[in-house]
């Protein structure tokens, strides 16, 4: 069942549940942060429509800088204007940023500690039809594994508008992931958020779990409705959200891991370097335990509608059925 | 000002010389790290630090103080000794340079070093970084503070410095003040051959920048750029400087082998005992 103190969204079962990207949340986000602090000042390469910066960039004008194509200038940039006491946020497609401007993002914000926020737009495979070029399926191995940031994959709309404002006052580096299409609503306003804390979403009406399911980003949705089936089996499971992936919450994994023995982890994301590398760093240091793991394997994407994509890549509820299958017979 | 008498000219070549010792001691001290170019921007760093900026090294974070980014921070032994000359650090701190727990990294690392505007040694980014302060600071409201930039000739073979060219142009930044270290080495050895950039002032100025060129060794033409540059309306400046690499030490000027080595110690007293007999 749901975790009732989450107050999540109940009609999350629903066919026609509420659908709404996390660029849009982002977008929405950002804008409610603009208005709260006049330091912010958004920064684009030209894609302010399809970030969805440009909600920020009609309402504040002389806060908003376009760059035109260069990404790597746009972490620069931003990186200067935040030693000036500003705090940027930078648009882009996940690809470009921080794929094409990882260095800089190493060097100019992180290495200087500057608090500049990346919002990469378009990360995974459900970017679709665009192709393998577009769909980012690295940024989440990119950023971790760079000092003194905080990597933010949040699994709705909602999250997604909580987490940029949360992230617009904290001094930190912070990179946040979003998707392109529209994704079903999980939470609801009212449901706690804090960078750096993991919520169990998904639990059993009593007695421990023999399963954990750790998800992140829009695919926390495939992971709920297969804990749900799972339910109806009898099996006992429990779904963590796992939205800030750095810090890593190791306390709420270990915790997980010791309760249930097993974990799979769910993301849109090579499994190389990804969330679920991240959990099996933290687990086999503390606690280890048996994990399979649900993502790309070591390949890039192709064109085609997000589910076509996700059912050949295996990273679809049928996928995790599969992982969770194995994992419980042996 | 707009002219410089010859008592402040000669008072800023004294000063020039002793960094130009401090550089050569901190290197051979250090055993490795980058002469050539360190040598060949003293006076123009002397010029900055003693007569252009607006700064206060006893309190080094005033908040209205000009900002300078070193972009080709392996030339970062001129920076310290400058800085150390200027009053911000003790000039015997110097002979930590590049040694384990010091402040005087290999390349400017701020998290050691706060005094110092950002953290460089990766090249082609110190210009964006300009650009961004520079679109910040005029943000501001009633603070007169320029931005300037120092970056190599061979560093703009990097793209992203004519990303950032282009925005500051665009965004008319005439409150940034780059200067390009014109010196024709770069490490695979010359410029033109290596990559060639042929006449950079033609290119900022093609990109919509005012500038000028200029001998980076004479006082007079360094004063009157940065006069120019401050007074320039409606676009950023850039002043191209040509240079001598290792300049002040004739027997290791213009030789690009001298781009990322250290002298020995008899190299050191050779040079040291050269820069003496100016003063």
């Known amino acids: 069942m749901l975790n009732p103190k989450l107050k999540l969204n109940t009609k999350v079962w629903n066919v026609d549940v509420e659908k709404k990207s996390t660029r849009l949340g982002f977008g929405e986000g950002l804008l409610i942060a603009g208005t709260q602090n006049e330091n912010i000042v958004g920064l684009c390469a030209d894609l302010v429509e399809s970030t969805k910066m440009n909600l920020f960039a009609d309402k504040f004008p002389d806060r908003f800088i376009e760059l035109g194509i260069a990404e790597q200038n746009l972490a620069s940039v931003a990186s200067g204007m935040a030693s000036m006491g500003k705090i940027p946020f930078i648009a882009s497609y996940a690809i470009y940023s921080p794929g094409r401007n990882w260095e800089q993002i190493r060097t100019t914000i992180c290495f200087n500690g500057e608090p500049v926020k990346i919002i990469g737009t378009h990360a995974g495979l459900s970017v679709g039809p665009d192709g393998g070029s577009h769909q980012c399926l690295e940024d989440i191995a990119l950023t971790r594994v760079l000092p003194n940031i905080v990597v933010i994959s949040p699994c709705d709309a909602i999250e997604a508008k909580k987490a940029t404002i949360a992230m617009s006052k904290i001094k930190s580096p912070t990179y946040l992931r979003c998707a392109r299409n529209d994704t079903s609503i999980i939470t609801t306003e009212e ?37 749900k089936n799972l339910e109806s089996e009898g099996i006992k499971v429990k779904v963590m959200n796992l939205s800030t992936i750095k810090p890593l919450d190791s306390d709420a994994i270990i915790a997980l891991a010791k309760e249930t023995k097993k974990i799979v982890t769910v993301e849109d994301h090579q499994i190389s370097g990804g969330m679920g590398g991240a959990v099996a760093e933290c687990l086999s240091q503390n606690y280890p335990t048996r994990i399979e793991f649900i993502g790309v394997k070591d390949k890039f994407g192709q064109s085609g509608n997000p589910e076509e994509l996700a059912k050949y890549y295996e990273i679809d509820q049928e996928a995790i059925f599969r992982a969770v299958r194995k994992i419980l017979s042996n | 000002m707009e002219h410089l008498n010859e008592d402040k000219i000669l008072e800023l070549q004294i000063i020039a010389n002793n960094i130009r010792k401090s550089i050569i001691n901190m290197l051979c001290e250090a055993r490795s790290g980058h002469t050539a170019g360190a040598l060949g921007m003293t006076d123009i760093f002397t010029y900055l630090y003693f007569e252009a900026l607006r700064h206060q090294p006893e309190n080094p974070f005033w908040p209205d103080r000009d900002r300078l980014v070193l972009s080709n921070g392996h030339i970062c032994p001129v920076l310290y000794a400058t800085m150390a000359h200027a009053g911000y650090f003790p000039v015997e701190e110097l002979n930590t340079l590049r040694k384990f727990g010091s402040r005087l990294q290999g390349h400017p ?7 110092i505007e950002t953290s460089s040694g990766p090249l082609g980014e110190g210009l964006s970084q300009a650009v961004g302060m520079a679109i910040a600071s ?6 007169d503070r320029k931005i300037y930039c120092i970056v190599g000739d061979g560093e ?19 409150n940034l003040i780059v200067i390009v270290d014109r010196n024709f080495i770069q490490i695979d050895g010359s410029t033109e051959i290596v990559m060639p950039m042929g006449d950079m002032l033609s290119k900022f100025k093609e990109f919509g920048w005012n500038g000028e060129q200029i001998n980076g060794h004479d006082f007079i033409q360094i004063n009157h750029a940065i006069y120019n540059a401050k007074n320039n309306k409606e676009r950023p400046y850039v002043i191209v400087a040509k240079t001598i690499p290792s300049k002040g030490v004739k027997a290791w000027e213009g030789n690009y082998k001298w781009h990322g080595i250290a002298p020995n110690k008899e190299e050191r007293d050779m040079a040291i005992k050269e820069l003496e007999k100016i003063c």
């Open chain 1, 191 to 227: 449901t706690p958020f804090e960078i750096g804390k993991a919520q169990i979403i998904f639990q059993p009406e009593n007695g421990l779990a023999s399963l954990g399911i750790i998800a992140t980003g829009p695919s926390v949705y495939n992971a709920l409705i297969v804990a």
């Open chain 2, 156 to 174: 703009l073979n990097e793209g992203q410095n004519w990303e950032a060219i282009m925005l500051a142009s665009k965004e008319k930044l005439n």
């Open chain 2, 109 to 115: 690392h701020r998290e050691f070093l706060p005094m």
């Open chain 2, 138 to 143: 005029r943000m501001e409201k009633g603070v």
